[in-house]
């Protein structure tokens, strides 16, 4: 699968993490948002050296898409994307939280966001990644005790592909937890992340699977 430009959809904090992590790996990476303009983005963008546009022109302009928004918002990011989304790999960083007197997911045991996300965009070719950490450890996280283990999901291999190599890129091992259905296992996981880090304090914490591959 040839790829080369990088779109992060959505501009806080994860969009913005994996963005500027991408880029000082060496990828050509472009951030989009409903905002582009606003001040801090302004000013992040000549920091970190990463253009930011609306978002359909960061989707229209990247072979890979990675999904960065907030649940409440991912519907409309997407259709903002529109047909700019068609043919990429669309990687899905999502959890599909609500809050309704505590954190909780709001998809779950019969379907799941990722699933939500390929409904949404059935011109791209979604996997799920990345949502099973917090955003201050989503770039070489960096433990004594070894690499941490991000867990891919998706239907076609040359897309999972994609997503092994970007976690391996930002310090990464990987599992491959099978086909797209398998993100209704990884974003309950997600909430065991959050839940600890709720319940501690902290969110230097990480999953390893021992024996994982990538």
Not at 131 to 153: C, D, K, R, S, W
Not at 201 to 209: C, D, K, Q, W
Request: charged fraction near 20%; hydrophobic fraction near 45%; aromatic fraction near 6%.
């Amino acid at each position: 699968m040839d790829w080369n430009r990088i779109g992060v959809l959505g501009t806080g904090n994860v969009g913005r993490t994996l963005a500027a992590g991408l880029a000082a790996v060496g990828h050509d990476v472009r951030l989009g948002g409903r905002d582009p303009q606003r001040d801090e983005l302004v000013d992040w963008s000549a920091e970190i050296g990463v253009p930011v546009t609306d978002t359909a022109t960061a989707a229209a302009d990247s072979d890979v898409v990675l999904l960065a928004t907030a649940w409440d918002g991912t519907e409309n990011a997407l259709s903002l994307a529109g047909a700019g989304l068609d043919g990429t790999v669309l990687i899905d960083v999502t959890n599909p939280l609500v809050f309704d007197g505590r954190l909780k997911l709001a998809i779950g045991h019969d379907d799941s966001g990722g699933e939500q996300v390929q409904r949404w965009a059935p011109g791209a070719t979604v996997v799920k990644a990345f949502n099973t950490v917090g955003y201050e450890l989503m770039v070489h996280p960096g433990f004594a005790e070894g690499q941490g283990t991000m867990f891919i999901a998706g239907d076609v291999a040359e897309a999972k592909a994609v997503a092994v190599r970007l976690a391996n890129d930002l310090g990464w091992g990987t599992h491959d937890c099978g086909g797209l259905m398998a993100a209704r296992l990884t974003e309950p996981l997600a909430m065991i992340w959050i839940e600890h880090a709720i319940a501690s304090g902290e969110r230097r914490h990480v999953f390893r699977l021992h024996g994982a591959s990538g």
